[in-house]
Protein backbone atom coordinates (compact mmCIF):
# COMPACT_ATOMS: atom_id res chain seq x y z
CA UNK A 1 0.00 0.00 0.00
CA UNK A 2 0.75 3.74 -0.71
CA UNK A 3 1.97 6.09 1.98
CA UNK A 4 -1.12 8.31 3.01
CA UNK A 5 -0.23 12.20 2.86
CA UNK A 6 -1.36 15.51 3.74
CA UNK A 7 -2.30 16.97 0.40
CA UNK A 8 -3.15 20.58 1.75
CA UNK A 9 -3.79 21.90 5.12
CA UNK A 10 -6.58 24.96 5.67
CA UNK A 11 -7.08 27.79 7.91
CA UNK A 12 -10.84 28.03 7.49
CA UNK A 13 -12.59 30.78 9.92
CA UNK A 14 -15.92 29.53 10.66
CA UNK A 15 -18.33 32.32 11.40
CA UNK A 16 -21.77 31.20 10.81
CA UNK A 17 -22.21 33.96 8.92
CA UNK A 18 -20.18 33.23 5.74
CA UNK A 19 -22.64 29.89 4.83
CA UNK A 20 -25.94 32.64 5.82
CA UNK A 21 -24.44 34.97 3.63
CA UNK A 22 -24.53 32.61 0.37
CA UNK A 23 -27.76 31.49 1.42
CA UNK A 24 -27.55 27.33 0.47
CA UNK A 25 -30.08 25.44 0.29
CA UNK A 26 -29.60 24.15 3.44
CA UNK A 27 -29.70 27.07 5.70
CA UNK A 28 -32.95 28.28 6.50
CA UNK A 29 -32.12 31.66 7.19
CA UNK A 30 -32.18 34.34 4.25
CA UNK A 31 -29.58 37.12 3.77
CA UNK A 32 -29.01 39.86 1.30
CA UNK A 33 -25.17 38.45 1.05
CA UNK A 34 -21.98 40.08 3.40
CA UNK A 35 -18.62 39.23 4.40
CA UNK A 36 -17.53 38.94 0.41
CA UNK A 37 -13.85 39.40 0.58
CA UNK A 38 -13.95 36.02 2.73
CA UNK A 39 -16.38 34.20 0.82
CA UNK A 40 -15.08 34.82 -2.41
CA UNK A 41 -11.63 33.81 -1.03
CA UNK A 42 -13.52 30.74 0.17
CA UNK A 43 -14.64 29.97 -3.34
CA UNK A 44 -11.47 30.09 -4.67
CA UNK A 45 -9.73 27.46 -2.58
CA UNK A 46 -12.78 25.39 -3.03
CA UNK A 47 -12.19 25.60 -6.64
CA UNK A 48 -8.58 24.60 -5.96
CA UNK A 49 -9.39 21.66 -3.79
CA UNK A 50 -11.70 20.69 -7.07
CA UNK A 51 -8.62 19.68 -8.43
CA UNK A 52 -6.87 17.99 -5.76
CA UNK A 53 -7.35 14.55 -5.92
CA UNK A 54 -8.37 13.41 -2.24
CA UNK A 55 -10.19 10.91 0.07
CA UNK A 56 -11.37 12.65 3.07
CA UNK A 57 -11.32 16.07 5.35
CA UNK A 58 -10.11 15.92 8.48
CA UNK A 59 -11.32 18.96 10.69
CA UNK A 60 -10.33 20.07 14.36
CA UNK A 61 -12.66 21.96 15.71
CA UNK A 62 -13.33 24.78 18.89
CA UNK A 63 -17.02 24.26 19.34
CA UNK A 64 -16.77 20.70 19.82
CA UNK A 65 -15.18 21.23 23.33
CA UNK A 66 -13.71 18.49 25.33
CA UNK A 67 -12.47 18.74 28.73
CA UNK A 68 -11.46 15.02 29.10
CA UNK A 69 -9.55 14.61 26.05
CA UNK A 70 -9.46 14.39 22.31
CA UNK A 71 -13.24 12.86 21.14
CA UNK A 72 -13.51 11.78 17.82
CA UNK A 73 -16.32 11.01 15.35
CA UNK A 74 -17.10 7.55 15.20
CA UNK A 75 -20.06 6.75 13.38
CA UNK A 76 -20.39 6.77 9.19
CA UNK A 77 -23.83 9.57 9.09
CA UNK A 78 -24.45 11.98 11.00
CA UNK A 79 -27.81 13.82 9.46
CA UNK A 80 -29.81 16.88 11.98
CA UNK A 81 -30.21 20.36 11.82
CA UNK A 82 -27.36 22.58 13.58
CA UNK A 83 -28.39 25.51 15.35
CA UNK A 84 -25.72 27.66 16.35
CA UNK A 85 -26.36 28.45 19.95
CA UNK A 86 -25.06 32.34 19.55
CA UNK A 87 -26.33 33.58 16.07
CA UNK A 88 -29.43 30.99 15.82
CA UNK A 89 -30.84 33.72 13.56
CA UNK A 90 -28.29 33.47 11.16
CA UNK A 91 -27.53 29.55 10.90
CA UNK A 92 -30.02 26.65 11.13
CA UNK A 93 -28.25 24.45 8.67
CA UNK A 94 -29.81 20.88 7.59
CA UNK A 95 -26.48 18.80 7.12
CA UNK A 96 -26.38 15.38 6.02
CA UNK A 97 -22.75 13.90 6.01
CA UNK A 98 -20.35 11.14 5.88
CA UNK A 99 -17.55 10.44 7.92
CA UNK A 100 -14.63 8.38 7.21
CA UNK A 101 -14.93 6.11 10.41
CA UNK A 102 -11.65 4.00 9.34
CA UNK A 103 -9.50 6.95 9.52
CA UNK A 104 -10.93 8.28 12.68
CA UNK A 105 -10.38 5.22 14.35
CA UNK A 106 -6.54 5.05 12.87
CA UNK A 107 -6.19 8.52 14.41
CA UNK A 108 -7.56 7.67 17.46
CA UNK A 109 -5.16 4.95 18.33
CA UNK A 110 -2.28 6.32 17.12
CA UNK A 111 -2.64 9.76 19.27
CA UNK A 112 -3.98 7.31 22.35
CA UNK A 113 -0.73 5.13 21.48
CA UNK A 114 1.22 8.36 21.83
CA UNK A 115 -0.16 9.12 25.49
CA UNK A 116 -2.95 11.05 25.02
CA UNK A 117 -6.88 11.03 26.23
CA UNK A 118 -8.95 9.93 23.81
CA UNK A 119 -12.44 8.87 23.08
CA UNK A 120 -14.44 7.83 20.29
CA UNK A 121 -17.88 9.32 19.95
CA UNK A 122 -20.55 6.70 19.36
CA UNK A 123 -23.82 8.31 20.22
CA UNK A 124 -25.95 8.61 17.09
CA UNK A 125 -27.82 11.26 18.26
CA UNK A 126 -25.26 13.94 18.57
CA UNK A 127 -25.09 16.67 16.54
CA UNK A 128 -22.40 17.99 14.75
CA UNK A 129 -20.99 21.31 15.81
CA UNK A 130 -21.37 24.49 13.75
CA UNK A 131 -17.64 24.84 13.59
CA UNK A 132 -17.33 21.61 11.23
CA UNK A 133 -20.37 22.21 9.22
CA UNK A 134 -19.50 25.66 8.19
CA UNK A 135 -16.03 24.79 7.42
CA UNK A 136 -16.45 22.29 5.57
CA UNK A 137 -19.75 23.73 3.78
CA UNK A 138 -17.59 26.95 2.04
CA UNK A 139 -14.81 24.42 0.79
CA UNK A 140 -16.85 21.55 -0.37
CA UNK A 141 -20.28 22.72 -1.00
CA UNK A 142 -21.33 19.51 -2.40
CA UNK A 143 -20.19 17.71 0.84
CA UNK A 144 -18.53 14.96 -1.94
CA UNK A 145 -16.17 14.24 0.58
CA UNK A 146 -16.04 12.23 3.65
CA UNK A 147 -14.69 14.19 7.11
CA UNK A 148 -13.91 13.22 10.31
CA UNK A 149 -14.06 15.77 12.99
CA UNK A 150 -11.77 16.22 16.30
CA UNK A 151 -12.95 18.20 18.96
CA UNK A 152 -11.19 20.32 20.82
CA UNK A 153 -9.66 19.57 23.93
CA UNK A 154 -9.41 22.31 26.79
CA UNK A 155 -6.03 23.07 27.55
CA UNK A 156 -5.79 26.47 27.02
CA UNK A 157 -8.12 27.20 29.82
CA UNK A 158 -7.20 24.32 31.89
CA UNK A 159 -3.34 25.07 31.78
CA UNK A 160 -1.77 27.53 29.36
CA UNK A 161 -1.25 28.57 26.15
CA UNK A 162 1.88 26.74 26.35
CA UNK A 163 0.46 23.11 27.44
CA UNK A 164 -2.13 23.51 24.42
CA UNK A 165 1.10 23.83 22.01
CA UNK A 166 2.45 20.74 23.31
CA UNK A 167 -0.52 19.02 23.44
CA UNK A 168 -1.63 19.84 20.43
CA UNK A 169 1.56 19.06 18.59
CA UNK A 170 1.93 15.79 19.87
CA UNK A 171 -1.91 15.23 18.35
CA UNK A 172 -1.29 16.53 14.89
CA UNK A 173 2.20 14.50 14.66
CA UNK A 174 0.18 11.38 16.16
CA UNK A 175 -2.88 12.46 12.79
CA UNK A 176 0.33 12.56 10.89
CA UNK A 177 1.37 8.98 11.45
CA UNK A 178 -2.15 7.69 10.93
CA UNK A 179 -2.47 9.15 7.86
CA UNK A 180 0.29 7.68 6.84
CA UNK A 181 -0.48 4.10 7.28
CA UNK A 182 -4.02 4.83 6.10
CA UNK A 183 -2.43 5.55 2.35
CA UNK A 184 -5.39 8.03 2.17
CA UNK A 185 -5.01 11.22 0.79
CA UNK A 186 -5.91 13.61 3.46
CA UNK A 187 -6.72 17.73 3.26
CA UNK A 188 -6.50 18.72 6.83
CA UNK A 189 -8.51 21.97 8.11
CA UNK A 190 -8.16 23.93 11.09
CA UNK A 191 -11.78 25.55 11.61
CA UNK A 192 -11.35 29.41 13.46
CA UNK A 193 -10.60 32.87 13.21
CA UNK A 194 -7.86 34.60 14.82
CA UNK A 195 -8.14 37.62 16.41
CA UNK A 196 -11.40 36.82 18.52
CA UNK A 197 -12.94 39.68 20.19
CA UNK A 198 -16.53 40.23 19.53
CA UNK A 199 -19.11 43.08 19.45
CA UNK A 200 -21.92 42.23 22.24
CA UNK A 201 -24.51 43.98 19.87
CA UNK A 202 -25.80 43.14 16.24
CA UNK A 203 -26.61 45.21 13.57
CA UNK A 204 -30.71 44.85 12.88
CA UNK A 205 -29.23 43.72 9.34
CA UNK A 206 -26.60 41.64 10.27
CA UNK A 207 -25.14 41.76 6.74
CA UNK A 208 -24.71 45.62 6.55
CA UNK A 209 -21.07 45.81 5.79
CA UNK A 210 -21.02 49.62 6.37
CA UNK A 211 -21.27 48.44 10.24
CA UNK A 212 -18.83 45.88 10.06
CA UNK A 213 -14.97 46.65 11.15
CA UNK A 214 -12.43 44.61 13.39
CA UNK A 215 -12.84 45.36 16.90
CA UNK A 216 -9.87 47.06 17.40
CA UNK A 217 -6.36 48.40 15.59
CA UNK A 218 -4.75 46.30 18.26
CA UNK A 219 -6.76 43.09 17.06
CA UNK A 220 -5.72 44.11 13.16
CA UNK A 221 -2.14 44.75 13.91
CA UNK A 222 -1.67 41.16 15.55
CA UNK A 223 -3.36 39.75 12.81
CA UNK A 224 -1.05 41.07 10.46
CA UNK A 225 1.76 39.81 12.14
CA UNK A 226 0.47 36.38 12.27
CA UNK A 227 -0.17 36.84 8.37
CA UNK A 228 2.78 38.17 7.46
CA UNK A 229 4.78 35.06 8.99
CA UNK A 230 2.34 32.60 6.93
CA UNK A 231 3.38 34.42 3.71
CA UNK A 232 7.25 33.94 4.83
CA UNK A 233 6.84 30.37 5.48
CA UNK A 234 7.27 30.76 9.28
CA UNK A 235 5.28 28.25 10.34
CA UNK A 236 7.22 27.61 13.42
CA UNK A 237 7.39 30.68 14.35
CA UNK A 238 4.27 31.55 14.39
CA UNK A 239 3.62 28.58 16.81
CA UNK A 240 6.43 30.34 18.72
CA UNK A 241 4.61 33.55 19.33
CA UNK A 242 0.81 31.76 19.09
CA UNK A 243 0.39 32.01 23.27
CA UNK A 244 0.96 35.70 23.37
CA UNK A 245 -1.17 36.04 20.03
CA UNK A 246 -3.58 34.32 21.66
CA UNK A 247 -3.52 36.31 25.27
CA UNK A 248 -3.36 39.49 23.70
CA UNK A 249 -6.44 39.22 21.34
CA UNK A 250 -8.10 36.66 22.64
CA UNK A 251 -7.56 34.70 19.56
CA UNK A 252 -9.44 31.50 18.88
CA UNK A 253 -6.41 29.48 18.49
CA UNK A 254 -6.80 29.08 21.99
CA UNK A 255 -8.77 25.89 20.56
CA UNK A 256 -5.00 24.41 19.00
CA UNK A 257 -6.47 23.92 15.51
CA UNK A 258 -3.10 25.96 13.67
CA UNK A 259 -1.08 24.11 15.98
CA UNK A 260 -2.69 20.69 15.70
CA UNK A 261 -2.48 21.10 11.58
CA UNK A 262 0.93 22.53 11.14
CA UNK A 263 2.35 20.06 13.83
CA UNK A 264 1.02 17.60 10.93
CA UNK A 265 2.33 19.17 8.54
CA UNK A 266 5.86 18.93 10.01
CA UNK A 267 5.75 23.10 10.35
CA UNK A 268 6.12 24.14 6.68
CA UNK A 269 8.42 26.64 5.49
CA UNK A 270 6.76 27.07 2.17
CA UNK A 271 4.80 29.96 2.08
CA UNK A 272 0.93 29.77 2.65
CA UNK A 273 -1.44 30.58 0.22
CA UNK A 274 -3.34 33.63 1.38
CA UNK A 275 -6.83 33.89 -0.04
CA UNK A 276 -8.58 36.88 2.14
CA UNK A 277 -8.72 39.01 5.87
CA UNK A 278 -11.78 40.46 6.85
CA UNK A 279 -13.46 40.78 9.87
CA UNK A 280 -16.85 38.93 11.04
CA UNK A 281 -18.56 40.66 13.81
CA UNK A 282 -15.56 42.17 15.10
CA UNK A 283 -13.16 39.26 14.85
CA UNK A 284 -10.54 38.64 12.27
CA UNK A 285 -10.79 35.94 9.61
CA UNK A 286 -7.88 34.69 7.05
CA UNK A 287 -9.01 32.15 4.97
CA UNK A 288 -5.23 30.24 4.12
CA UNK A 289 -4.18 26.96 2.44
CA UNK A 290 -0.34 25.04 3.10
CA UNK A 291 -0.05 22.70 -0.42
CA UNK A 292 2.76 20.70 0.23
CA UNK A 293 3.37 20.82 -3.76
CA UNK A 294 5.44 22.33 -5.33
CA UNK A 295 3.81 22.47 -8.88
CA UNK A 296 0.53 23.54 -7.34
CA UNK A 297 1.48 26.01 -4.65
CA UNK A 298 0.22 29.66 -6.05
CA UNK A 299 0.81 33.38 -4.89
CA UNK A 300 -2.62 34.19 -4.64
CA UNK A 301 -3.20 37.32 -3.09
CA UNK B 1 -39.35 50.93 40.03
CA UNK B 2 -42.50 48.27 40.47
CA UNK B 3 -43.58 46.42 43.70
CA UNK B 4 -41.66 43.49 44.75
CA UNK B 5 -41.58 40.27 43.23
CA UNK B 6 -42.48 37.16 44.92
CA UNK B 7 -39.67 34.64 44.67
CA UNK B 8 -40.45 31.57 46.14
CA UNK B 9 -36.93 29.79 46.58
CA UNK B 10 -33.85 29.36 44.73
CA UNK B 11 -32.09 26.24 43.52
CA UNK B 12 -28.24 25.69 42.98
CA UNK B 13 -27.35 22.88 41.40
CA UNK B 14 -24.80 21.48 38.93
CA UNK B 15 -24.65 21.42 35.29
CA UNK B 16 -23.14 18.05 34.60
CA UNK B 17 -25.69 14.92 33.36
CA UNK B 18 -24.72 12.21 35.79
CA UNK B 19 -27.51 13.01 38.23
CA UNK B 20 -29.83 12.37 35.06
CA UNK B 21 -28.20 9.82 32.94
CA UNK B 22 -26.22 7.35 35.45
CA UNK B 23 -27.53 8.54 38.63
CA UNK B 24 -27.02 4.86 40.20
CA UNK B 25 -22.92 4.86 39.11
CA UNK B 26 -21.87 5.90 42.18
CA UNK B 27 -23.11 6.99 45.56
CA UNK B 28 -22.58 10.90 45.47
CA UNK B 29 -24.27 11.16 42.12
CA UNK B 30 -27.79 9.19 43.85
CA UNK B 31 -27.05 11.84 46.86
CA UNK B 32 -27.46 14.70 44.02
CA UNK B 33 -30.17 12.97 42.48
CA UNK B 34 -32.22 12.63 45.47
CA UNK B 35 -31.38 16.35 46.13
CA UNK B 36 -32.83 17.15 42.63
CA UNK B 37 -35.84 14.93 43.19
CA UNK B 38 -36.44 16.83 46.43
CA UNK B 39 -36.41 20.37 45.04
CA UNK B 40 -38.78 19.02 42.46
CA UNK B 41 -41.24 17.61 45.21
CA UNK B 42 -41.17 20.92 46.59
CA UNK B 43 -41.50 22.64 43.61
CA UNK B 44 -44.24 20.68 42.85
CA UNK B 45 -45.99 21.85 46.40
CA UNK B 46 -45.35 25.43 45.68
CA UNK B 47 -47.20 27.37 43.88
CA UNK B 48 -44.73 28.49 41.16
CA UNK B 49 -45.84 29.98 38.19
CA UNK B 50 -42.85 29.82 36.86
CA UNK B 51 -39.44 27.82 36.76
CA UNK B 52 -36.63 30.76 35.48
CA UNK B 53 -32.72 28.97 34.80
CA UNK B 54 -29.61 31.04 34.85
CA UNK B 55 -27.24 28.50 33.21
CA UNK B 56 -23.49 28.82 33.13
CA UNK B 57 -23.34 26.07 30.04
CA UNK B 58 -25.31 28.63 27.93
CA UNK B 59 -22.83 31.46 26.65
CA UNK B 60 -24.53 33.90 24.50
CA UNK B 61 -21.81 36.78 23.06
CA UNK B 62 -25.18 39.38 21.60
CA UNK B 63 -25.81 40.14 24.95
CA UNK B 64 -28.01 37.84 27.23
CA UNK B 65 -30.22 35.51 25.17
CA UNK B 66 -34.07 33.97 26.72
CA UNK B 67 -35.16 30.89 25.57
CA UNK B 68 -38.77 31.89 24.06
CA UNK B 69 -40.42 28.93 21.95
CA UNK B 70 -43.05 27.77 23.37
CA UNK B 71 -42.85 24.29 22.45
CA UNK B 72 -38.98 23.48 23.14
CA UNK B 73 -37.94 19.64 21.78
CA UNK B 74 -35.50 18.22 20.89
CA UNK B 75 -32.56 15.21 21.80
CA UNK B 76 -29.66 16.99 23.41
CA UNK B 77 -25.92 14.93 23.76
CA UNK B 78 -22.81 16.16 25.78
CA UNK B 79 -20.16 16.87 23.92
CA UNK B 80 -17.71 15.24 26.77
CA UNK B 81 -20.47 12.42 28.00
CA UNK B 82 -21.85 11.41 25.01
CA UNK B 83 -21.30 7.86 26.18
CA UNK B 84 -23.91 8.74 28.96
CA UNK B 85 -26.58 8.37 26.85
CA UNK B 86 -29.08 10.58 24.79
CA UNK B 87 -31.26 13.75 26.48
CA UNK B 88 -34.67 13.79 24.78
CA UNK B 89 -36.16 16.82 25.81
CA UNK B 90 -39.64 18.54 25.52
CA UNK B 91 -40.32 21.93 27.64
CA UNK B 92 -43.31 24.33 27.81
CA UNK B 93 -41.62 27.90 27.98
CA UNK B 94 -43.39 30.73 29.03
CA UNK B 95 -43.32 32.85 26.28
CA UNK B 96 -44.61 35.85 27.58
CA UNK B 97 -42.06 36.11 30.60
CA UNK B 98 -39.39 35.52 27.98
CA UNK B 99 -40.20 38.37 25.55
CA UNK B 100 -41.22 40.94 28.77
CA UNK B 101 -38.02 40.01 30.38
CA UNK B 102 -36.32 40.89 27.22
CA UNK B 103 -37.94 44.23 26.91
CA UNK B 104 -37.30 44.65 30.74
CA UNK B 105 -33.36 44.14 30.41
CA UNK B 106 -33.58 46.56 27.98
CA UNK B 107 -35.12 49.05 29.61
CA UNK B 108 -32.10 48.47 32.13
CA UNK B 109 -29.33 48.92 29.20
CA UNK B 110 -28.91 45.80 28.42
CA UNK B 111 -28.23 44.42 24.95
CA UNK B 112 -30.49 41.25 25.00
CA UNK B 113 -32.72 38.91 22.95
CA UNK B 114 -35.17 36.12 22.97
CA UNK B 115 -34.72 32.54 20.93
CA UNK B 116 -37.32 31.11 19.17
CA UNK B 117 -36.11 28.47 17.04
CA UNK B 118 -36.88 24.79 16.35
CA UNK B 119 -34.20 22.68 16.88
CA UNK B 120 -32.20 25.30 19.02
CA UNK B 121 -29.47 23.98 20.88
CA UNK B 122 -30.23 24.20 24.65
CA UNK B 123 -27.45 23.36 26.86
CA UNK B 124 -26.81 20.40 28.79
CA UNK B 125 -26.92 22.60 32.28
CA UNK B 126 -30.31 23.50 31.44
CA UNK B 127 -31.89 20.21 30.09
CA UNK B 128 -30.30 18.49 32.97
CA UNK B 129 -32.18 20.93 35.50
CA UNK B 130 -35.46 21.11 33.79
CA UNK B 131 -35.36 17.32 33.02
CA UNK B 132 -34.97 17.01 36.91
CA UNK B 133 -36.87 19.40 38.31
CA UNK B 134 -40.17 19.65 36.05
CA UNK B 135 -40.11 16.37 34.16
CA UNK B 136 -44.17 17.13 33.53
CA UNK B 137 -43.88 20.38 32.44
CA UNK B 138 -46.27 20.86 35.13
CA UNK B 139 -44.72 24.77 35.31
CA UNK B 140 -43.67 26.54 32.48
CA UNK B 141 -39.99 27.96 32.87
CA UNK B 142 -38.00 30.02 30.93
CA UNK B 143 -34.14 29.94 30.60
CA UNK B 144 -31.65 32.92 30.24
CA UNK B 145 -28.01 32.39 28.70
CA UNK B 146 -24.82 33.91 30.83
CA UNK B 147 -22.69 36.53 28.06
CA UNK B 148 -19.37 35.32 28.36
CA UNK B 149 -18.04 38.71 28.13
CA UNK B 150 -20.30 39.48 30.96
CA UNK B 151 -19.08 41.17 34.28
CA UNK B 152 -20.77 42.13 37.73
CA UNK B 153 -22.60 45.07 36.67
CA UNK B 154 -24.59 43.22 33.43
CA UNK B 155 -24.90 40.39 35.56
CA UNK B 156 -26.58 42.47 38.36
CA UNK B 157 -28.74 44.31 36.39
CA UNK B 158 -30.06 41.15 34.27
CA UNK B 159 -31.25 39.77 37.36
CA UNK B 160 -32.90 43.32 38.65
CA UNK B 161 -35.00 42.74 35.35
CA UNK B 162 -35.85 39.57 36.62
CA UNK B 163 -37.35 41.17 39.60
CA UNK B 164 -39.05 43.92 37.34
CA UNK B 165 -40.87 41.25 34.95
CA UNK B 166 -41.85 39.26 37.79
CA UNK B 167 -43.21 42.17 39.71
CA UNK B 168 -44.74 43.43 36.44
CA UNK B 169 -46.89 40.14 35.58
CA UNK B 170 -47.30 39.22 39.17
CA UNK B 171 -45.39 35.68 39.14
CA UNK B 172 -44.50 33.63 41.88
CA UNK B 173 -41.05 31.97 41.06
CA UNK B 174 -38.76 29.73 41.33
CA UNK B 175 -35.05 30.75 40.87
CA UNK B 176 -32.49 28.08 39.49
CA UNK B 177 -28.96 28.62 38.95
CA UNK B 178 -27.08 25.63 37.05
CA UNK B 179 -23.20 26.19 37.40
CA UNK B 180 -20.86 23.87 39.60
CA UNK B 181 -18.88 25.43 42.89
CA UNK B 182 -15.24 24.36 41.94
CA UNK B 183 -15.55 23.02 38.04
CA UNK B 184 -12.35 21.75 37.71
CA UNK B 185 -12.41 17.87 36.38
CA UNK B 186 -9.71 15.12 35.80
CA UNK B 187 -8.76 15.66 32.40
CA UNK B 188 -9.18 11.89 31.90
CA UNK B 189 -11.61 9.29 32.14
CA UNK B 190 -12.27 8.22 35.59
CA UNK B 191 -13.97 5.15 37.16
CA UNK B 192 -17.24 6.85 38.77
CA UNK B 193 -16.54 4.29 41.55
CA UNK B 194 -13.07 6.60 42.55
CA UNK B 195 -14.31 10.43 41.29
CA UNK B 196 -13.62 13.07 44.08
CA UNK B 197 -13.26 16.34 44.32
CA UNK B 198 -10.27 17.43 41.88
CA UNK B 199 -8.20 18.91 44.91
CA UNK B 200 -8.39 19.43 48.67
CA UNK B 201 -8.33 23.42 48.06
CA UNK B 202 -10.70 22.94 45.69
CA UNK B 203 -12.80 20.91 48.58
CA UNK B 204 -11.71 23.54 51.18
CA UNK B 205 -13.26 26.42 49.22
CA UNK B 206 -16.53 24.69 48.43
CA UNK B 207 -16.90 23.95 51.94
CA UNK B 208 -16.64 27.02 52.79
CA UNK B 209 -19.40 28.44 49.96
CA UNK B 210 -21.50 25.75 51.39
CA UNK B 211 -21.09 27.34 55.13
CA UNK B 212 -22.67 30.66 53.40
CA UNK B 213 -25.33 28.89 51.55
CA UNK B 214 -26.30 26.93 54.51
CA UNK B 215 -25.96 30.09 56.66
CA UNK B 216 -28.26 31.85 53.92
CA UNK B 217 -25.68 34.67 53.38
CA UNK B 218 -26.19 34.99 49.68
CA UNK B 219 -25.50 38.78 49.44
CA UNK B 220 -21.81 37.38 50.87
CA UNK B 221 -21.66 35.08 48.45
CA UNK B 222 -22.34 37.16 46.01
CA UNK B 223 -19.68 40.28 47.16
CA UNK B 224 -17.06 36.81 47.10
CA UNK B 225 -17.24 35.91 43.42
CA UNK B 226 -14.31 37.53 42.20
CA UNK B 227 -12.54 35.83 45.12
CA UNK B 228 -14.38 32.24 44.28
CA UNK B 229 -13.41 33.12 41.19
CA UNK B 230 -10.00 33.17 41.16
CA UNK B 231 -9.35 30.75 43.49
CA UNK B 232 -11.26 28.08 42.12
CA UNK B 233 -12.92 28.20 38.82
CA UNK B 234 -10.75 27.42 35.24
CA UNK B 235 -10.88 30.72 34.22
CA UNK B 236 -12.85 29.94 30.82
CA UNK B 237 -15.05 33.53 31.38
CA UNK B 238 -14.36 36.66 33.04
CA UNK B 239 -15.62 35.89 36.12
CA UNK B 240 -17.89 33.77 38.12
CA UNK B 241 -21.26 35.32 38.29
CA UNK B 242 -24.07 32.58 39.43
CA UNK B 243 -24.11 34.17 42.80
CA UNK B 244 -24.37 37.80 41.31
CA UNK B 245 -27.07 36.83 39.41
CA UNK B 246 -29.26 35.00 42.64
CA UNK B 247 -28.80 37.73 44.44
CA UNK B 248 -29.22 40.51 42.20
CA UNK B 249 -32.67 37.97 40.91
CA UNK B 250 -33.61 36.99 44.70
CA UNK B 251 -32.81 40.13 46.62
CA UNK B 252 -29.40 41.33 47.63
CA UNK B 253 -29.14 40.13 51.26
CA UNK B 254 -28.79 37.60 53.80
CA UNK B 255 -31.91 37.02 55.40
CA UNK B 256 -32.31 33.17 53.73
CA UNK B 257 -32.63 29.86 55.01
CA UNK B 258 -30.18 28.04 53.20
CA UNK B 259 -29.86 23.96 52.99
CA UNK B 260 -27.42 22.28 50.96
CA UNK B 261 -29.42 19.06 50.11
CA UNK B 262 -25.81 17.43 48.53
CA UNK B 263 -22.83 18.14 47.95
CA UNK B 264 -20.78 15.44 45.81
CA UNK B 265 -18.05 15.14 42.82
CA UNK B 266 -18.66 15.14 39.37
CA UNK B 267 -16.02 14.12 37.32
CA UNK B 268 -13.79 15.81 40.03
CA UNK B 269 -15.79 19.50 39.77
CA UNK B 270 -17.93 20.55 42.51
CA UNK B 271 -21.63 19.89 42.41
CA UNK B 272 -23.85 20.94 44.96
CA UNK B 273 -27.82 20.85 45.03
CA UNK B 274 -28.68 23.82 47.55
CA UNK B 275 -32.32 25.54 48.55
CA UNK B 276 -32.16 29.07 49.45
CA UNK B 277 -35.32 30.19 50.90
CA UNK B 278 -36.16 33.91 51.55
CA UNK B 279 -36.67 34.56 55.34
CA UNK B 280 -36.53 37.70 58.02
CA UNK B 281 -33.45 38.17 60.41
CA UNK B 282 -30.01 38.64 58.67
CA UNK B 283 -27.03 36.35 59.76
CA UNK B 284 -23.20 38.09 59.53
CA UNK B 285 -23.40 40.87 56.73
CA UNK B 286 -20.22 41.74 56.24
CA UNK B 287 -19.30 45.16 54.60
CA UNK B 288 -20.46 45.43 51.02
CA UNK B 289 -17.17 47.02 49.00
CA UNK B 290 -18.76 46.08 45.74
CA UNK B 291 -21.15 49.16 44.29
CA UNK B 292 -24.46 48.24 43.55
CA UNK B 293 -25.77 49.31 40.08
CA UNK B 294 -29.24 49.54 39.10
CA UNK B 295 -28.74 49.87 35.03
CA UNK B 296 -26.08 49.15 32.54
CA UNK B 297 -24.19 52.40 31.05
CA UNK B 298 -22.33 50.45 28.91
CA UNK B 299 -18.36 49.60 29.16
CA UNK B 300 -16.30 52.25 30.44
CA UNK B 301 -13.47 53.00 27.71
CA UNK B 302 -10.94 53.35 29.81
CA UNK B 303 -8.60 53.62 26.84
CA UNK B 304 -10.23 56.57 25.85
CA UNK B 305 -9.70 58.58 28.84
CA UNK B 306 -6.60 60.55 29.71
CA UNK B 307 -4.78 60.47 26.15
CA UNK B 308 -2.91 62.95 25.42
CA UNK B 309 -5.11 65.82 23.48
FE1 LIG C 1 -15.88 30.02 16.60
Known amino acids: MTKGQIVAGCLAPHPPHLVYAANPPQNEAYSEGGWETLRWGYNRLARKLKDIDYDAIVIFTPHWQTYIGTHFLGLPQFKSKSVDPVFPNLFRFNYDLKVDVELSELMHDAAAEAGIITKMMRNPDFRVDYGTITSCHLLNPEWDKPIVTISSNRNTHYYSPEVMVEQASALGRACAKAIQESGKRVVLVASHSLSHRHFVEEAPLPEDMSREHIYNHSQYVWDMKIIEMMREGKSREVIDIMPEFTEQTIAETEGGGLIWMLAAMGFPNFPAEIYGYQSVIGTGNVVACWDPNDETREYVL | MTNEPEILFGIYCPPHPHPLLSPDANEGYAKLRAGFDECRRRIEESEADLILVYSTTWPSIIGHQIQALENAVWTHVDDDFHYLGSMPYEFKIDTEFAHAF?????????????????????????????????????????????NMYANRSETIVLGKAVRDTLATQGKKAVIVVVASLSNRMFTEHIDPADDRIHSRKDDDWNQKILEFFADGRLEDLSQLSRDIHGQIRVQKVVAYKPAWFMAASMGQHNNYDGEVLAYEALNGSGGAVITLTPSSGSVGDKEFDEDDVEYYQGDRNVLDKGMLE
Open chain 2, 102 to 146: KEANEKRGLESRTVEYEGFPIDTGSVVALSLLNPENRIPSCIVSS
